[in-house]
């Protein structure tokens, strides 16, 4: 059997919480995307967002503060422990969520962040709980109205979004889907289910030779495949899966098989290719645990998954904020989740 993904080490641990660190308290550079409805909404990020200001982007500063939390939790005795509470005790409060929940509750903002920082927004709060319970109440305003966006979304989304960036249905769903498991959401649990079985459950043959593309950061084929991983038995979905990717033991698609090339690392869309690679090494390592044990496919997965991980992982550059700025979430995802 393949070797699997290497442990996180507190070392490793330590590198990616002083990286957080640092970005989710850089307002600048910004990239932001604020619907102007007067004059009255052109104002610095950190005004816009007390609580997500930096790392960036919006939904990159969730998923860094869902990183820091991830982390702590892991490795409680890590160093950087006591500036991570600094920093969550700054940035999550009832002042600051209030604001964060009205702006997406203003006129023309109902897709603000949709689905992806969404996703993550539920995942973090999701962490929150398992950390500090205070935090994820103070969370709680900005998580209903996220779930009830959800709602609306799922039920008049008639045909999935499928490529591999931040309109991706299958992550968003996945990761909505797992929220709802854990509050014991069963209304949300049940149309992520259907919608899913719906728009992904006959699916045969999936075209997966035409990935990448050249800005990916999510594989469409393979985030699908996690998706029906969650919502089918295991018998299921291994039938499910042979049909999907049905050359998969002939070593076919080599493209989705085998990273993919990422030419110009610190270039902001191309980079994308990293996120990638990291997002194909994570769900490749889930499919070869959901698959059989006696299942030939289970090496032909995990092979793949520590070939993505190993071709990503040099490539995260710490002192290139392109990169810095949201990578290593995915990264700690691939390792811990």
């Keep these: 059997?393949?070797?699997?993904?290497?442990a996180l080490t507190p070392q490793m641990a330590s590198v990616f919480a002083r990286l957080a660190l640092d970005n989710v308290r850089r307002e600048y550079p910004r990239a932001e995307f604020n619907l102007l409805n007067s004059a009255d909404d052109v104002r610095a990020p950190r005004d816009l967002h007390p609580a997500f200001y930096g790392s960036f982007d919006w939904h990159s500063c969730v998923h860094q503060h869902w990183m820091m939390v991830r982390l702590v939790r892991i490795f409680p005795q890590l160093?950087?422990?006591?500036?991570?509470?600094?920093?969550?005790?700054?940035?999550?409060?009832?002042a600051n969520l209030a604001?964060?929940?009205a702006y997406m509750a203003s006129p023309g903002r109902p897709a603000f962040q949709r689905p992806y920082g969404w996703a993550w927004a539920l995942k973090l709060e999701q962490e929150l709980r398992c950390y500090d319970a205070d935090f994820a109440t103070v969370m709680g305003p900005l998580v209903a109205g996220i779930r009830e966006g959800f709602m609306h979304y799922f039920r008049s989304l008639t045909y999935p979004v499928r490529h591999g960036v931040h309109a991706n249905t299958a992550f968003a769903t996945a990761f909505a889907l797992n929220w709802a498991r854990s509050v014991g959401d069963q209304e949300l649990k049940l149309l992520c289910t259907s919608r899913a079985a719906a728009w992904f459950g006959r699916d045969r043959d999936y075209p997966a030779?035409?990935?990448p593309c050249g800005e990916d950061f999510f594989s469409p084929a393979l985030v699908e495949a996690g998706l029906m991983g969650r919502i089918l038995p295991p018998v299921a979905f291994a039938q499910w899966f042979a049909q999907?990717?049905?050359?998969?033991a002939k070593g076919q698609p080599t493209s989705l098989l085998h990273p993919a090339l990422v030419s110009d690392p610190g270039d902001p869309k191309i980079g994308h290719l990293i996120g990638l690679n990291l997002n194909r090494a994570w769900v490749?390592?889930?499919l070869s645990g959901l698959l059989p044990a006696q299942d030939a496919l289970r090496e032909v997965c995990a092979t793949a998954s520590a070939?993505?991980?190993?071709?990503?992982?040099?490539?995260?550059?710490a002192q290139d904020f392109t990169r810095a700025h949201w990578l290593a979430s995915?990264?700690?995802?691939?390792?811990?989740?």
């Design 79 to 94: 160093p950087e422990r006591s500036a991570i509470d600094l920093v969550l005790r700054e940035n999550l409060t009832v």
């Design 209 to 211: 030779h035409l990935e």
């Design 284 to 286: 490749w390592h889930r």
């Design 330 to 337: 995915f990264a700690v995802y691939a390792l811990t989740e």
């Design 1 to 6: 059997m393949s070797a699997p993904l290497p």
């Design 244 to 248: 999907f990717l049905p050359h998969l």
């Design 99 to 101: 604001v964060e929940t």
């Design 307 to 317: 070939e993505h991980f190993t071709a990503a992982m040099p490539l995260l550059d």
